[in-house]
């Protein structure tokens, strides 16, 4: 641990490579698709998960793992049908983000559908371009539109016709881990599930949360679990001191602070409650409410 000059919080920073923002939408869809190879009876190592460019790449990193290529924009459904047509046995799982979809995702899906290649497409919708800069694409909401209209990307790919569209919150981990589970075990056609939950940061921009998460710090035994399942930048290992304690939030900006205490805390400057890591925690250290309840509870 650490400790600032003027007694400040102590912190030891979680080591981590790239990986997705605090909140991130995407995070939800990587650990359901990780739940979900385990429970459909298969080894990590036996379903190839294949990406592509923007965001979606983060998969690759720890503490997902998943992806095991990328190559260009929209290539990771013609590579998915290549590993089919190669002979592979178990299931094969493309992943993109919705702007690479609507620029070169389509071509890939309706060959897939043509020639009945069984696999499933990830498409994970956060209605922006993110890692490039926040542009707008087809199917933002029409109220960040310049011109024009927003594109429904549901309606487009239902229009295309794969065998069974799935729509899933991916902040919803149970409904999403079964959905990918009875994907992985239909072994025809193909399957395409729609994981749709806006970027946390254009969210966090508009002061848009999902909820409260906080923790309390005597039930902490720092098992490290949140940590290492989900990786998420607003976690961190802190002991902290009385002192400390910020008026900024009711936990103050780190939530987690006991005197002479070693406990996961979060970063109440980062966590936008999307309440991920409370699915982790084994003494229910971590809690998670709805945005509506906490502003009635506070007010």
């Not at 400040?8 to 490579?17: D, F, T």
């Not at 720890?62 to 290549?82: D, K, R, T, Y």
Request: charged content about 15%.
């Amino acid at each position: 641990s650490t400790k600032s000059d003027e007694g400040g919080l102590g912190v030891v920073s979680a080591p981590r490579p790239i990986t997705v923002c605090a909140g991130c939408p995407h995070r939800g869809t990587y650990l359901a698709i990780d739940a979900a190879v385990k429970k459909a009876g298969f080894a990590k190592d036996e379903v190839m998960v294949t990406g592509d460019i923007g965001c979606t790449i983060l998969g690759m990193n720890p503490p997902f793992n998943l992806i095991w290529n990328e190559v260009s924009m929209g290539s990771s459904i013609g590579l998915a049908q290549g590993y089919v047509h190669s002979g592979l046995k178990a299931p094969v799982i493309a992943t993109m983000g919705d702007s690479t979809f609507f620029h070169g995702g389509i071509p890939g899906l309706i060959n897939a559908i043509q020639h009945q290649v069984p696999l499933t497409l990830v498409v994970m919708d956060n209605g922006w371009t993110g890692m490039t800069g926040m542009q707008v694409n087809a199917g933002t909401d029409g109220a960040f539109q310049a011109e024009g209209r927003r594109v429904d990307i549901e309606a487009v790919i239902r229009g295309l016709g794969p065998d069974r569209i799935h729509v899933v919150d991916p902040f919803d981990l149970k409904a999403m881990t079964e959905t990918l589970v009875n994907c992985l075990k239909e072994p025809a056609g193909v399957n395409v599930v729609l994981a749709q939950r806006e970027c946390a940061i254009q969210s966090a921009r508009r002061g848009v949360t999902v909820g409260v998460t906080t923790i309390d710090p005597e039930k902490c035994v720092l098992c490290k679990r949140c940590l290492k399942m989900t990786g998420c930048p607003a976690l961190s290992i802190q002991t902290s001191e009385p002192t400390n304690l910020s008026s900024k939030s009711p936990q103050g900006d780190f939530a987690g602070s006991v005197e002479g205490k070693k406990s996961i805390a979060i970063d109440m400057t980062l966590c936008n409650g999307c309440g991920l890591c409370v699915s982790f925690c084994p003494t229910n250290a971590l809690q998670w409410e709805p945005v509506s309840e906490t502003k009635e509870g506070a007010a």
